[in-house]
Structure formats: structure tokens, C-alpha cells
């Protein structure tokens, strides 16, 4: 079976990485995430992916803290969950290289775009970390950015729900699943999938987004072979 896309980049949240535990690292979610990316390289799909890093930092609760300064702890935390997931997938036999936006070069490479095209096509995971680089800018916009500067085919956004819903699914049973959308619409209903600057990107640069359930981690391979789930967001 052909994979429909040929470049993806993943977004996946920190929280995502942490499991039931909320916080830290769980290394079997991870394990089962990371099983899913390698079903997609060994597809020869070409993985890049932007992690978040709420499992360990989340600024907007850091109380008085500086705003820049609580958004680049946020980012060091991000640089954290990176390595994580670069060492499983090592240990998977997967060739995986970590950039970073904010230079680290004893633990991460710089974030060069070319280099990580380079990366890409030589069958490796790029895996990037530190956001944007920049405070007041969220790790969605930092995987809209990176998905048009190398180019992906599509911008697989894995989060705790199967789709993009009117409103709440866990509070509203009457929450309504949308198959298709535009990021128009996505800005203009509020709807909580993505900041407005992450969506304004995509759309500007006419990224195609798929929103989908990591609660099964096999919905990233699915999701790059073209099957139908989650919800599909472009600009028509």
C-alpha cells in the first residue's frame, strides 16, 4: 500500500507524552507513538515532528512570573521531550535527528532548514524542539511554520480527541464532529484546535491539517496512508 503523503510533519502535544500520569514522561505511550512513527518511515514516508512541552511547563499558569521568561522555560521543556522521543526511537533502530531553535549544540543540532530537509530525504526523523525560538508564539505555530519551510504535504496534529467538534465533546454529548473545514472557519467559529496564528499560517501557505485521536497511536500511520479519520482542515 502507497502512503498518500510523502512528507509529514507530526505535532504532539506534551501532555500527550505524559499518559495518565499528566505529567513527566511515560515511556510505553511513548514506546507505542514511536512504534507508529517507524510504521511510517519504513513506509518511506519522510517524519518530521514538533513536540510540545505541557507535561512539564505550562507558562500561562507560572503565576507572576515574566512572560518571556516563563515561554522559554516552556521551550527547554519542549528540548526535554525531544531527546526523549529521539532516544526511543534509536533504541527502535530509527536514524532520528533533534534541532533545535534555541542553539544547544552539545544535546541538539541548530535548527537549519536546509539541513533538515537534507535529514528528511535521507530517511531520518527530524525531531523539533524550542517552539518558534520565540516567546508569545505556541508549539502549533511552531509546527505550521516548520511544516511550510520544509514543505510537508500535510500537517498531522495528534491531540485527545478524534476531530475538530463545534464545542466540548467531553462536556456536550450534542457536540457536533465536522468532516471538512477551512482555517476561515476555524478562525472565524473560535474553534479551540489551534491558535489563530498557527491557523492563519497554515492558511496563508495552504497547508492542509488533519486532526485526529492519539488514543490510538496506529492513527499516525493510518493518517499518512490516506485513511479516513479525524477531520481534514485546508483552504479550498
Known amino acids: ?3 498518500k503523503y510523502k512528507r509529514i510533519l507530526v505535532k504532539i502535544s506534551g501532555e500527550a507524552l505524559a499518559g495518565d500520569n499528566k505529567t513527566g514522561l511515560d515511556f510505553d505511550v511513548i514506546s507505542d507513538i514511536c512504534s507508529s512513527l517507524k510504521r511510517c ?8 515532528v514538533v513536540v510540545g512541552g505541557g507535561n512539564f511547563w505550562r507558562g500561562r499558569s ?7 521568561r516563563a515561554d522559554h522555560i516552556g521551550m527547554l521543556a519542549t528540548a526535554m521531550n525531544a531527546l526523549a522521543v529521539a532516544d526511543v526511537l534509536e533504541h527502535m533502530g530509527v536514524d532520528v535527528r533533534v534541532q533545535t531553535a534555541i542553539t544547544m549544540r552539545q544535546v541538539a543540532e541548530p535548527y537549519l532548514r536546509n539541513k533538515a530537509v537534507s535529514h528528511l530525504n ?3 526523523v527530524v525531531i523539533f524542539g524550542c517552539g518558534t525560538g520565540n516567546p508569545f ?3 502549533d505555530t511552531a509546527a505550521a511554520l516548520r511544516a511550510a519551510e520544509i514543505q ?20 456536550y454529548d450534542d457536540a457536533k464532529k465536522y468532516d471538512t473545514l477551512t482555517f476561515t472557519e476555524v478562525m472565524g467559529r473560535g474553534l479551540g484546535v489551534m491558535d ?27 493518517a499518512a496512508m490516506g485513511e479516513d479519520i479525524g477531520t481534514l482542515v485546508y483552504e479550498a
Open 41 to 48: 518511515v519504513d513506509a518511506g514516508v519522510q517524519v518530521a
Open 1 to 3: 500500500m502507497e502512503p
Open 122 to 124: 535521507k530517511g531520518r
Open 62 to 68: 507560572s503565576g507572576n512570573m515574566d512572560r518571556t
Open 196 to 222: 489563530s496564528n498557527a491557523a492563519a499560517l497554515c492558511r496563508d501557505n495552504k497547508m492542509k491539517m488533519l486532526v485526529f485521536d492519539l488514543s490510538r497511536p496506529d492513527n499516525i500511520y493510518d
Open 152 to 171: 510537508a504535504d500535510v500537517l498531522l496534529k495528534a491531540t485527545l480527541v478524534d476531530g475538530v467538534y463545534d464545542k466540548d465533546p467531553h462536556k
Open 137 to 139: 508564539f505556541s508549539t
